[in-house]
Structures are given as structure tokens and as C-alpha cells.
T-cell receptor, first 115, second 113 residues
Framework: DTEVTQTPKHLVMGMTNKKSLKCEQHMGHRAMYWYKQKAKKPPELMFVYSYEKLSINESVPSRFSPECPNSSLLNLHLHALQPEDSALYLC??????????????FGPGTRLTVL | DQQVKQNSPSLSVQEGRISILNCDYTNSMFDYFLWYKKYPAEGPTFLISISSIKDKNEDGRFTVFLNKSAKHLSLHIVPSQPGDSAVYFCAAYWRGSGYALNFGKGTSLLVTP
């Protein structure tokens, strides 16, 4: 299995809603990432988990809350979002970071619309 | 500050010909470079990579060339096929930056029959 899966594929939410995005990989990868991508822009890194611990938080607002329940799963909890948070949210994973180089493998993304 | 630049937002090539996508970078610390392909409404798909100790890496129809002195890399697709039509992102990182991939803004490739 060489896939990163994400659910849901599309999500529409109001500014007062609470929702969660889910990501799963079964490649045995120990690093997992959340990216945000706006139209015609490159992906922007939000969070990195390494061995289920948060390694990097790129100054993301607290209305985004990541969670890594185990080595295969990564969640992104959303609360009180703003319309400008509407974007494609991408999950990625890579084998490990031990100082060697790793390709990051991306999921298909969740298209989020905040009304 | 955009450290990885793809100055051509779009490129159109005829089927069967060579597609050349270019990428420049400013951070001389970068030592690993990747190309990703992205279809609309899908996540980026890893295509090919190259480390700074090499100047060429080939995988089937895809070849990446790295010119460190010019801080320039290019992706060659030969022969181009209509299914190659997508947005191509160049990305780079260095060990000291940990996990942070620096992406270019992408080049939209259209391969016409």
C-alpha cells in the first residue's frame, strides 16, 4: 500500500462549526505533515509530526489543532475558522527523518470551504 | 521570500516533443531537490528527485538536471504525452531545515496532440 488517504474529500462548514480532517497511511512512515494550498499557490507547511510527536508548528493559528493518535493516523481539528481559511488541505508522509533524504508522499487533499 | 522560483507559469508543448521545465533557487544550502506533478483537485505526486552530489538523475521519460553553480535545475520530459498535462512543482530542502520543503509556484504544462 503506497497511498496516503484523506477524508472527507470536500467539506463545507460555517464559522461556528467544529470539524475534523483525517489522514491515514500504511507505508510505515514515521513523519506526517499538514499543508495548506490556496489556488495557484504552492503548498504551505502547517505542521509536522515525527514519531507521533509534534515537531514543527509553522505559526499556525490555534483554530487549527493537529492530533496524531498513532503512527498511521493524523487528524486536523478545525474550530471557528474564517472564510480565508478556505483552501485545499493536504496531508503528506515520509519514511523518516534521520538526516537522510526523504520524499514526501501526498494525499489527494480535502477541499475546505468556510462560509 | 520565495527561495525556489519557477518563472514560467505555463508551457505548451506538442505531443512527442521534449518538455523542459525550469526552476531556480536562491538558498545555496539546499542540497536535495524534488519535482512533483499535480492534477486539479488532487494532491501532488512525487516524480523524481536529485541530491546536490549529482548533476543528473533519470527515470524513464523524466530526467532532472542540476547546475549547482547556476542554482538551476530543470526537468525534461521526453517524449511528452497528453497525460503529462498538469502543474509541475519544483521543491527543495536542506538537512538543517528539517522537514520543510520549499516549493516553487508551479508551471502548468499543456501537451497538445
Amino acid at each position: 500500500d503506497t497511498e496516503v488517504t484523506q477524508t472527507p474529500k470536500h467539506l463545507v462548514m460555517g464559522m461556528t462549526n467544529k470539524k475534523s480532517l483525517k489522514c491515514e497511511q500504511h507505508m510505515g512512515h514515521r513523519a506526517m505533515y499538514w499543508y495548506k494550498q490556496k489556488a495557484k499557490k504552492p503548498p504551505e507547511l502547517m505542521f509536522v509530526y515525527s514519531y507521533e510527536k509534534l515537531s514543527i508548528n509553522e505559526s499556525v493559528p490555534s483554530r487549527f489543532s493537529p492530533e496524531c493518535p498513532n503512527s498511521s493516523l493524523l487528524n486536523l481539528h478545525l474550530h471557528a475558522l474564517q472564510p480565508e481559511d478556505s483552501a485545499l488541505y493536504l496531508c503528506a508522509s515520509s519514511p523518516d527523518y534521520t538526516g537522510s533524504y526523504n520524499e514526501q508522499f501526498f494525499g489527494p487533499g480535502t477541499r475546505l470551504t468556510v462560509l | 521570500d520565495q527561495q525556489v522560483k519557477q518563472n514560467s507559469p505555463s508551457l505548451s508543448v506538442q505531443e512527442g516533443r521534449i518538455s523542459i521545465l525550469n526552476c531556480d533557487y536562491t538558498n545555496s544550502m539546499f542540497d536535495y531537490f524534488l519535482w512533483y506533478k499535480k492534477y486539479p483537485a488532487e494532491g501532488p505526486t512525487f516524480l523524481i528527485s536529485i541530491s546536490s552530489i549529482k548533476d543528473k538523475n533519470e527515470d524513464g521519460r523524466f530526467t532532472v538536471f542540476l547546475n549547482k553553480s547556476a542554482k538551476h535545475l530543470s526537468l525534461h520530459i521526453v517524449p511528452s504525452q497528453p497525460g503529462d498535462s498538469a502543474v509541475y512543482f519544483c521543491a527543495a530542502y536542506w538537512r538543517g531545515s528539517g522537514y520543510a520543503l520549499n516549493f516553487g509556484k508551479g508551471t502548468s504544462l499543456l501537451v497538445t496532440p
